[in-house]
């Protein structure tokens, strides 16, 4: 009988651990390039790590990792046109102000990048993409990324 307790408990441990942790990334194209989040999380939800990469032809560019906290991304244009990718990060936690990323499609080169020092940068996104830049955890086009709930 004690034998029988002890696999159940470890089968219940190992469960546990499978569902607190996790490794997925998602892609989109926008403009010119695709790009690839990659997320990996070993613990809560704002212990996820998130690492954006930009794809054009045989090139993979790393270009901005968050450590911790809230990611979001989605394909906008700016006024002109063309098209650019907006990413938002911010601490994860209720005084947490977002902070913006911008990638220029065709370069794969970053006209803008958060921080990280929970400041935000709003205005400096708004001259880049001549538009007002809202808060894409609220913008049902982005593609990237919903935290997992535990």
């Not at 997320?39 to 968050?66: A, H, R, V």
């Amino acid at each position: 009988m004690f034998n029988r307790c002890k696999y159940f408990v470890t089968a219940f441990v190992l469960l546990s651990m499978a569902c607190f942790s996790y490794a997925e990334s998602v892609t989109t194209t926008c403009g010119d390039s695709k790009f690839e989040v990659q997320m990996k999380n070993e613990g809560g939800p704002l212990e996820t790590k998130f690492d954006l990469y930009g794809i054009k032809g045989k090139e993979k560019k790393k270009l901005f990792t968050l450590g911790a906290g809230n990611f979001d991304a989605v394909c906008m244009k700016n006024k002109s046109g063309k098209a650019m990718l907006v990413f938002q990060s911010d601490c994860g936690g209720s005084v947490c102000v977002p902070e913006y990323g911008i990638v220029e499609t065709d370069k794969l080169g970053l006209l803008l990048t958060p921080g990280q020092k929970n400041k935000s940068n709003a205005k400096a996104a708004e001259k880049i993409l001549s538009t007002p830049v809202p808060d894409l955890s609220e913008v049902s086009e982005k593609f990237c990324c919903e935290i997992k709930k535990r």
